[in-house]
């Protein structure tokens, strides 16, 4: 029986076709040694993130900023972009109303969100963010679930906030007992027209695409902002540009981003170490590209010349 | 007798779409007081049929599987698991109080149950699920990315200028410029592309739009049949 003779192949020709076990083994290499071993390299403000912080900087305090949990997982990308803002808006003086559409973010992250932001702000001693959370219901809420996602925003914004889609907060609260109020107008009268900023976190759909139909196009609420996982931010780009969004908060660097910008380092509960890693896998990445390309193309060439 | 009931099969909820779909754009562009009470209410009426359509699929999903089961089809094993799962999900649900959201309808003190399905179960799972797309995308951009003209060149080139720009080392090898190259090609060529396509889509949604309200679409209403 005739046996297939093996193609001799340059090494520049194997550089076309690497074994996968070996892309997984490095991928491995490059991401656990700078978690145990930091770099601590800076990281760069982009003008998107900015542009949410200092927005919330410039509202007058007591303004109703809204937090949209919409993603699925208290681990992640949006999950450190919430806390980071909520911290934010809290030290800001703002009031906030934790709510969504996706039921997990909605309900167990809130949760997550409310109890490791009070923590964090006892650990650094942050006066502003322990007295302004010492009182549930003064200067947050955490209202839970929209039910009927994009259909539960539209409501929000034709009926307002109560009693058809929320006459109790996520905690069984009734919200004509809670104090929250802006300037003096009780949250029971509170329609879309009282939110100042709304931030989506965005996971998918329904996400940003609700509040832009229902919110924005119908001018209840022209200040949006979202903070977007890796694989959509390019998406939002257009939304930014056409004044739809205000900024976006791209990803776990966003997140970073944003607790450079307030000071807070540790807010959005990452560390340095995490983009170290993530710097090191994109920087594989792109050498895999670059490798990959220049197997292929010595495997072209070899087949021009027909060895 | 039996052609005029398959017509009216056919025209009844092909008039129902028609009327509600034009009397819905009509009351969201012009405003008028009962137009905008009777959509207020139309509104939380989809969100009823909403409900029932959930508990509907729940059903469904039930007979399914439990089909599944009884004829020992492939992968019965998993029809099991996802029964369990999905009632018991359901009990703890209703059973939520304390703490937690209390949307339950039971004060059974199911949370801390379903405080270790979330913090043992869920939460570790999901985070599994993450770690795992750091080797899948860097293998298939490996695989997929190769050059083989002047468009997968540029393709190439801007995806890498982004995911440079999008991690740290980026702005700490090249400056600041390249996070503001990474927003200019999000913001510029991106979205001229990013535009073309919703613009599409958008007209693409309203020719559906009045093909279903007018009838020429009738897949929708009929439930597949023609």
């Not at chain 1, 906030?96 to 702000?121: C, Q």
């Amino acid at each position: 029986m005739a046996v297939a003779k093996e193609e001799k192949r340059t090494i520049l020709e194997k550089f076309g076709d690497i074994d996968r076990r070996i892309i997984y083994a490095m991928v491995f290499l490059m991401i656990v040694p700078p978690l145990l071993f930091p770099l601590n390299l800076p990281i760069g403000i982009s003008p998107e993130t900015s542009a949410i912080f200092k927005f919330i900087n410039n509202l007058p305090k007591g303004s109703i900023v809204v937090l949209s949990l919409d993603f699925g997982s208290k681990i992640g990308e949006n999950y450190p972009q919430a806390r980071t803002v909520f911290a934010h808006a809290l030290r800001a003086g703002m009031k906030v109303i934790l709510m969504g559409m996706w039921s997990y973010g909605a309900t167990v992250s809130a949760n997550f969100l409310v109890e490791e932001t009070k923590a964090y702000a006892q650990a650094r001693g942050i006066g502003e963010i322990t007295s302004a959370m010492a009182t549930y219901g003064v200067n947050y809420v955490n209202l839970g679930i929209i039910l009927q996602g994009d259909n539960g925003v539209m409501q929000l914004a034709q009926v307002g906030f109560y009693p058809q889609m929320f006459s109790k907060d996520n905690y069984g609260n009734k919200l004509e007992d809670l104090p929250f109020n802006k300037a003096g107008k009780p949250i029971t009268q509170f329609k879309a027209e009282d939110v100042d900023l709304l931030v989506c976190y965005a996971a998918g759909t329904p996400g940003i695409e609700a509040y832009r139909t229902y919110w924005w196009a119908t001018g209840k609420c022209l200040n949006l902002a979202v903070g977007a996982v890796g694989v959509s931010v390019a998406g939002y780009y257009p939304l930014m540009n056409a004044g739809i969004l205000i900024g976006i908060i791209p990803s776990t660097k966003g997140a970073m981003e944003y607790d450079q910008l307030t000071g807070m380092i540790g807010a959005s509960g990452l560390s340095l170490s995490t983009m170290d890693a993530q710097s090191l896998e994109h920087v594989y990445v792109i050498v895999l590209l670059v490798i990959g390309n220049i197997g292929t193309f010595a495997i072209s060439r070899s087949r021009r010349r027909g060895t | 007798m039996a052609g005029l009931a398959r017509d009216l099969k056919k025209l009844v909820p092909m008039g129902i779409a028609l009327i509600v779909g034009i009397f819905g754009a009509f009351a969201y562009f012009y405003y008028t007081k009962p137009t905008d009470d009777l959509l207020k209410n139309a509104v939380v009426f989809q969100s009823i049929v909403g409900y029932m359509a959930m508990a509907i699929s729940f059903i469904n999903i039930s007979l399914i599987h439990g089909k599944n089961l009884q004829r020992r089809r492939k992968g019965w094993i998993f029809s099991i698991l996802l029964i369990f799962m999905m009632f018991f999900s359901l009990v703890i649900g209703l059973g939520v109080k304390k703490g937690w959201p209390s949307v339950g309808l039971f004060d059974w003190g199911l949370d801390d149950f379903g405080t270790i399905l979330i913090d043992a179960i869920q939460n570790p799972a999901g985070t599994a699920m993450f770690s795992l797309l750091a080797f899948y995308i860097a293998s298939a951009a490996y695989r997929t990315f190769r050059i083989r003209g002047i468009d997968s060149a540029i393709l190439l080139v801007s995806g890498a200028l982004v995911l440079l720009g999008q991690a740290p080392i980026g702005s700490y090898i090249f400056g600041p410029q390249l996070l503001d190259l990474k927003t200019w090609i999000l913001s510029v060529p991106n979205m001229a592309g990013s535009r073309g396509i919703t613009l599409g889509i958008a007209v693409g949604s309203v020719a559906m739009g009045i093909r279903v309200l007018f009838g020429y679409e009738r897949r929708p209403v009929l439930g597949g049949v023609e």
